[in-house]
């Protein structure tokens, strides 16, 4: 079902996919390695889909005349100060915009110890942690939260229409070895990954869908008729994931970005980077994390399970795999992109 | 099995046991006061409960000799940049350490946009969320993180022994009316709420705790014999509260504090503030909240209900009603404060 590419010519394809819309090959080549990395993370739903999901962007208006995607747009800090920014992407790309938005961060949080980014009227960035991953790269922390105003997927509690999208957290932390990567919906689960449980005729194992009648159900096929999935906490703790998802929408509106809206387009992303050295010192903090992860892993275990892993480990190896071996793509996307590419008259083929 | 009592007497009566103890007027009508709201605010586990365990904590030691409270302690700001600080409470109560911690993060979010105070070598302060509500009150955002270092309530994923606390956060909005407020453990419950269902002899719907040996179940008496709770998310999603407990603990090591340890005795939190002026501004998003909130609530019911809350309306109602009628305090421990009264020498009873 799956095969393995190997990294370059997935980056070379994607490449060429977006320069094929016009847009310029450094910038197409940034957003093209953005997106494989992504996926040799081990996600089908939020890395080289990307390409796609530009494509159909590009070409698309809202039914209200919005334009989706400009693909000329160049992001603007539109305010600051000594700790924050926000970030106009101007309904262009989310790559360059997050560029700017990480490395304003990370210069506002060297002197003030920690910083926030708000960038607002964006674009799908797909995967978080290969935002956050950088941040940890450079010895900082970050917790990057991501919204779009239309996404209608989780119904808030008590109610059986869809008012929240699934309003994502990625929480990163350097540590001795590969950072501490935690990047999750506030929803039980992702859309991407609904879609695809719909897709390959799938249930999950707990009532996690609800109906458009307010039916709770573990069948996502709801979900493509008006239904909705839950919050984090599921059933019986659903609340939790329900106060995540709204301090999401907060951080956005917060930062002059719209909150859930029936018809307003936009991706909007908030990022938090804190500097140790401003705190108890990094190195401090990578000794005492390095003892925590040991006291961590000295839990016994679970029958049949080989070993504990911190939150990030497994995509860490995972990327390490795919760099040697190839990334794992699966087989319907691959065609999909072979498609793609044909229709944009790419000779190119993967 | 409950009772209603006037706040005020309530207040009064902490503080009687507080001053009993050598604490001054001032700080015990403080912490009483502190207590007492959060007791309004509907909870049984983290309100007046407080008065117990300090007054228990007063007296001990651990076994390797370390004081677990000193009741003289002052905290000291003992680091800090433009936009951030560590206060060290050392080892004192947790009250005046983050009274210092509220002060301190708003004065320096008015400048910066965003600060992150971290409090370490702390006691415990109770519900997150009275404090949180404060800073939403002055029109801030507000993060808050707790963490015990030497709370054994939850394994790791694949494991079977625990290695974290329940390590809560609370988060708090201000909007057009109440405050969002979420208050949450990172496990699927608190600690407090599990030793309550063991006395109670109550189990939960799912199987939200495991024995030692890594079965699980339903029955929460586990938890009292070498078992463990699990994470937000439960059996088959635990692993997005694994995330955020880790982060919890990363912000704690990261301030110079002790993450997870089975020896060192300490509280410690992390409190981040927002100030939206330096964002999109306060008026704009204040407009904003009140659209979305609107829209939420302007979702079809789920049948059965009657209508939609957002995070926090319910503690908001339970605090209103509790000032005008009285706070509930369960029968159980109403006994528990009148003993304590009595083998302090106190003539007040509740």
Known sequence: MNKRIPFEILVRFGTALLEKKSVNKELALEMSELAVRAQASGTQTHGIKMFLFLIGSMDARTESGQLILDPLAVPVIIKEAAGSAVIDAQWGFGHPAMKLALQTAMQKAKICGISMVGVINSNWIGSL???????????FLAQLWSQSTRCKDVAPL????ARFGTNPVCMAVPTGGDPMVADMSTAVQSAGKTWQMIERRQS???EIFMDKNGNF????QVFADKGSMLFLGGRHYGHK???LSFWAESLIGM??????????????MNLTVIDPEAFGG?????QEMERFIEHVKSSALQPG???????????????????????????????????????LGLEQRL
Chains 1, 2 share one sequence.
């Open 305 to 343: 399970v080989k070993g504990i892993r911190y939150p990030g480990e497994r995509m860490a190896e995972a990327i390490r795999t795919a760099m040697k071996q190839g990334v794992i793509v699966d087989d319907g996307l691959v065609e999909k992109l072979n498609d793609a590419a044909a229709k």
């Open 204 to 206: 999950a194992t707990d």
């Open 158 to 161: 008590g109610g059986r229409e």
């Open 255 to 268: 930062a002059g970005g719209r909150m859930n809206h029936p018809d307003i387009y936009a991706h909007n």
């Open 282 to 286: 990094r190195d401090v903090f990578i």
């Open 129 to 139: 942690g290969v935002y956050a991953l950088q941040v940890a790269e450079q010895g």
């Open 241 to 243: 994931g329900y106060g």
């Open 217 to 220: 159900t573990n069948d996502p």
